[in-house]
């Protein structure tokens, strides 16, 4: 996942206190401990086809993945 402002600065310092490969795997085993937050951007939920599927099948996941707009209102009717 691509880093934040925070996260590159953190990983530079990282790098160039114990080396480069050493470093970045100090920051990820800090990150993934909980030691530092907040410096991986979150998913943003963009679609990705897997590489066995065809696109009929993508757009089929997909379509039934993503949020329909005025479901919430419809859904909110039934009950």
């Known amino acids: ?12 310092a ?3 206190e114990y080396g480069s490969k050493q470093g970045e795997k100090v920051f990820y085993a800090s990150k993934n401990k909980g030691k530092i ?3 991986e951007k979150a998913y943003l939920g963009k679609a990705i ?3 066995s599927e065809t696109d009929k099948e993508f757009k089929m996941r997909h379509e039934f ?3 329909t707009p ?5 859904i909110k009717d039934l009950l």
């Open 14 to 16: 990282m790098k160039k």
């Open 1 to 12: 996942m691509p880093l934040t402002k925070k996260g590159k600065k953190i990983m530079k």
């Open 37 to 39: 937050k907040g410096v």
């Open 65 to 67: 993945h993503t949020a």
């Open 70 to 74: 005025g479901m919430d209102d419809y």
């Open 49 to 51: 086809r897997q590489p």
